[in-house]
T-cell receptor, first 114, second 110 residues
Framework: AAGVIQSPRHLIKEKRETATLKCYPI?????VYWYQQGPGQDPQFLIS???????DKGSIPDRFSAQQFSDYHSELNMSSLELGDSALYFC?????????????FGPGTRLTVL | EDQVTQSPEALRLQEGESSSLNCSYT??????LFWYRQDPGKGPEFLFT???AGEEKEKERLKATLTKKESFLHITAPKPEDSATYLC???????????FGKGTKLSVKP
């Protein structure tokens, strides 16, 4: 079965640079969630989109922005990167009207800021 | 404040030694309680969703149960391949955002 696809899988950036992470949800899933997981930490919710509109916002820094496109893929844009932004970034997707609410996670993008 | 607390933080078992992982939650208007398995450097893998107190679900050696305040993940006769971090998450609000616990790192020795 098709899963959530994230790219790139690994990314190395310098401080103050920008990064763009991409997420391709499972086909027919209309809702995308972004999470950040620091080393040894639990995933923290950043932002979510439903039908291309932002539906909720968590602990996302102002330096970050995201959007969902007409094909339902989503991009997380990160600017003025800081050392503390080094983490695993996960995207999850689900179908809002599905009988069960489980979110399916992608493999993640490991961002390293030097 | 909504939160999810898992215990123990780490658990070492011998192969075949059954045990349980605990997840206690204080979430107003809980819409669902989720269990995920996470291997190092990988995305969380969905295991179970529980919606109401008294509900139970099973999958191979795993069984998840839910009460009004906590959930348990029972592992029966674990094998080394069950070694992973098990995450519990509560769905809050109407948008489906998950609040995760810090996980239990399970190690099963042969």
């Amino acid at each position: 079965a098709a899963g959530v696809i994230q790219s790139p899988r690994h990314l190395i950036k310098e401080k103050r640079e920008t990064a763009t992470l991409k997420c391709y949800p499972i086909p027919r899933h209309d809702t995308v969630y972004w999470y950040q997981q620091g080393p040894g930490q639990d995933p923290q919710f950043l932002i979510s989109f439903y039908e291309k509109m932002q539906s909720d916002k968590g602990s996302i820094p102002d330096r970050f922005s995201a959007q969902q496109f007409s094909d339902y893929h989503s991009e997380l844009n990160m600017s003025s990167l800081e050392l503390g932004d080094s983490a695993l970034y996960f995207c999850a997707s689900r179908h809002r009207l599905a009988a069960y609410n489980e979110q399916f996670f992608g493999p993640g993008t490991r961002l390293t800021v030097l | 404040e909504d939160q999810v607390t898992q215990s123990p933080e780490a658990l070492r078992l011998q192969e075949g030694e059954s045990s349980s992982l605990n997840c206690s939650y204080t979430v107003s208007g809980l819409r669902g309680l989720f269990w995920y398995r996470q291997d190092p450097g990988k995305g969380p893998e969905f295991l179970f969703t529980l919606y109401s107190a008294g509900e139970e679900k099973e999958k191979e050696r795993l069984k998840a149960t839910l009460t009004k305040k906590e959930s348990f993940l029972h592992i029966t006769a674990p094998k080394p391949e069950d070694s992973a971090t098990y995450l519990c998450a509560a769905e809050e609000g109407s948008q489906g955002n998950l609040i995760f616990g810090k996980g239990t790192k399970l190690s099963v020795k042969p």
